[in-house]
Every structure is written in C-alpha cells, then in structure tokens.
Nanobody, 115 residues
Framework: QVQLVESGGGLVQPGGSLRLSCAAS????????MGWYRQAPGKQRELVAS???????NYADSVQGRFTISTDIAKNTVYLQMNSLKPEDTAVYYC?????????WGQGTLVTVSS
C-alpha cells in the first residue's frame, strides 16, 4: 500500500508563493503519472497539475503559467511550486496518481490565500 504525505501549505498573501511537497512511501514515479489535486470549500476536488513518467506536464487553465509540478525520483517526492497566488487558489491540496488511486489519498495540506 502506498502512503502519500503532503506538506508545505499555509497562509500567504495574494501574489505570494508556496512550494508543496508530497512524499511517497514507495518508488512509484517510474510507474505512475502523478497529479496535484485541490478541493475548495463547497466545491468538488479538481486536478490542477499532472506529470507523466517521462516528465511531460499538464495544467488546468486556472493555474497555467503560475504553477509548476516536478518530481525528485531519488527522494520519492513530487512538488508543486505555486506563484502569483490568488484568493481563489485557497483549498486543501492533495497529491495522487493520475488517474487517481482511491486508496492513496492522504490528509492533504491547506493553502489559504488572503490578505
């Protein structure tokens, strides 16, 4: 069973930056594409960024040009660099495979963008 632990969230002002980390308990990035998902209050969880095994990336229109997903295979960690944050980016952020593996959901990390 794979365990994913997200970290790096917090309170940031609009226009600020954060880097989220997701540590996996096993070496999975050579097997699975990975994604960062978020769930804002009252909304459904959505995929915001994904990275394939070969390193190709895709982003939701709402974060294109502001967020960057990357992996460190040696550390079994996937990152999400978030720049130019907006209040509408406020959400709990999770990592998982793409497509998701239901049993892999972690506790997520809360990002709050507010002045």
């Amino acid at each position: 069973q794979v365990q994913l632990v997200e970290s790096g969230g917090g309170l940031v002002q609009p226009g600020g930056s954060l880097r989220l980390s997701c540590a996996a308990s096993k070496s999975i990035f050579s097997i699975y594409a990975m994604g960062w998902y978020r769930q804002a209050p009252g909304k459904q969880r959505e995929l915001v960024a994904s990275i394939t095994r070969s390193g190709s990336t895709n982003y939701a229109d709402s974060v294109q040009g502001r967020f960057t997903i990357s992996t460190d295979i040696a550390k079994n960690t996937v990152y999400l660099q978030m720049n130019s944050l907006k209040p509408e980016d406020t959400a709990v952020y999770y990592c998982n495979a793409d497509p998701i593996r239901v049993l892999w959901w972690g506790q997520g990390t809360l990002v709050t963008v507010s002045s």
